[in-house]
């Protein structure tokens, strides 16, 4: 006889102390920088990927969000840490990698749909400077 309709069964992480682990290395992951896809979990005879654990953050009160929130601030400070190193000419940069960075990740260029004003960001290089840039 199958389980009824709306049951937990399936669900993977079940205890308080699954949740926080698993959340906690989101969160880490998400605080370096990288791209939420990227992020997977094996361990402790657990399998999952970012997707699986969004749909979680979603709908389960024990993840809150401001965790993860401040993980994705960290991340974007990482890279807009790199972005003006490069824009001072204090380290070098491949310009069209960070475009696709930022455009991928944060959404950068694309058009926010309450508001229709274009919000492109150039980060074409102009600098100045003699060095190498």
Sequence with gaps: MAAPIGNNNAKKLK??????????????????????????????????????????????????????DIAKAKGLAIWED????GAKCERDINTAAMQMI???????????KDNSQDKTINISRSCTCNNKC
Excluded: P
């Design 15 to 68: 205890t308080i102390e699954q949740k926080e682990k698993v959340y906690k290395s989101y969160c880490q992951h998400l605080s370096l920088g990288k791209c939420q896809n990227s992020w997977y979990y094996e361990d402790d005879g657990l399998t999952l990927t970012s997707e699986t654990l969004e749909k979680y953050i979603k709908e389960d009160v024990d993840f809150d969000t401001i965790h993860k």
């Design 82 to 85: 790199v972005l003006a190193k």
């Design 102 to 112: 930022m455009r991928n990740m944060y959404s950068w260029d694309k058009e926010d």
